[in-house]
């Protein structure tokens, strides 16, 4: 009886834990064993701004746009090395032939709708142009990612404009990042429940560099829902071809990387790769119109690149290879919490043609999560 007393106020307090939305820093679940850094989010890499543009018109339009600042100076006159990796490529990741190709990124990364890359494309060099040194400037990269949010949203009605991607980008901030029904993260679904945006972070022990790896996600993709192993999607009935709805489990996921190490190009790809794993971890299955990438940057001002070279040569002190495995398991662990955190704060939506996209149900996963113990019972 006092057993069943005690679970009854534990299932209690949870519960307003989570009506109040809270991620999963504020339940008693931990997701791998790095520690978290001090905000959970990717903004505890230091200078890492995050901004969002939250479009929600009449019973049609759910969408936006988020922005993410590697730092707070002119970003085409410093550059911070960078890498992508492509999971599935079914999709429209505008600029990245180019980081791969030069090892850098030298524009805020933007996140919207699919059909809007072209607007914030434009945004973002109209944004560049401009800055104050950049007035002889004639190419500039845009790095803009997208997932498909026209289940909720009027997507062919592109009405993400201009103004909107500047907006999040001039809101760009450190500090706390906002979650679920926000900005790119608006009309997104991931396992049949209303997806969004989720950030997650770990901070390395100062024996294993002292590092921070930061992770902000755009969620929007299918499969089996696993939470700290597990099958909570099987368990809710609820997962990749088991229904109708669910049949269609193509959506996208973009994943972006952040880091204080300093990594080169080719470290931050293989960095990248690891993200991956992450949402390996959460049940995603990669699709075939799964349009699935990772975008990973070093925020190290010792190896950033400059626009004007005044020496013939660039020397970098770079983390080696054999120091790489600790940042390899935070990039894992910070993503697949991002993933998880994107599902618990958002909310049910209902936008184009009155459909109905639902929530999470919270009281139900953790009982599932309870039962298998991985739940730990303070109380």
Do not use: W
Not at 28 to 37: A, S
Not at 309 to 328: A, C, G, R
């Amino acid at each position: 009886m006092k057993e069943s007393f005690l679970f009854a106020s534990f299932l209690f307090f949870l519960l307003n834990t989570l009506n109040a939305q809270q991620g999963l820093s504020e339940l008693p679940l931990k997701i791998g064993v790095i520690p978290r850094g001090e905000l959970n989010a990717i903004t505890d890499v230091k200078g890492v701004k995050v901004g969002h543009t939250t479009l929600i018109k009449g019973d049609s339009i759910r969408t936006g746009v988020t922005a993410v600042l590697p730092h707070g100076g002119n970003i085409f006159q410093q550059k911070v090395p960078a890498a992508v990796f492509v999971g599935n490529g079914f999709g429209k990741l505008a600029g990245s032939t180019q980081i791969n190709e030069l090892g850098n990124i030298e524009t805020p990364i933007i996140l919207t709708n699919t059909l809007n890359v072209p607007t914030a494309m434009d945004a973002v060099i109209k944004y560049t142009l401009k800055l104050p040194g950049n007035e002889n400037v004639r190419s500039v990269n845009a790095v803009v990612g997208e997932t498909n949010d026209g289940y909720l949203n009027d997507i062919r009605g592109q009405h993400v404009k201009i103004q909107d991607v500047l907006s999040a980008i001039k809101k760009a901030k450190t500090g706390k990042v906002a979650e679920g029904n926000i900005g790119a993260g608006t009309g997104t679904i991931a396992f049949g429940y209303k997806g969004g945006i989720g950030t997650s972070s770990r901070k390395l022990p100062k024996s294993l560099g002292g590092y921070t790896v930061g992770v902000l996600v755009q969620s929007n993709f299918g499969g089996v829902l696993q939470i700290n192993g597990v099958p909570v999607g099987q368990k809710l009935g609820n997962y990749s071809f088991n229904n109708d709805l669910l049949n269609n489990v193509d959506g996208s996921c973009m994943m972006v990387v952040a880091t204080d190490a300093p990594l080169n190009n080719r470290n931050l790809e293989r960095l990248a790769k690891r993200a991956f794993l992450g949402l390996a971890k959460t049940g995603g299955i990669a699709s075939n119109g799964s349009g699935d990438y990772v975008i990973a940057f070093s925020t190290a001002e010792g190896i950033r690149v400059p626009y004007k070279i005044e020496t013939e040569t660039l020397q970098q002190e770079v983390v080696p290879n054999d120091l790489m495995s600790p940042l390899f398991m935070a990039a894992i662990e910070a993503t697949e919490e991002a993933i998880l955190n994107s599902l618990f704060m958002a909310e049910t939506t209902t936008g184009f043609k009155g459909r109905t996209i639902k929530a999470l149900p919270r009281e139900e996963v953790l009982k599932h999560l309870k039962d298998a113990g991985v739940l730990e019972d303070k109380h």
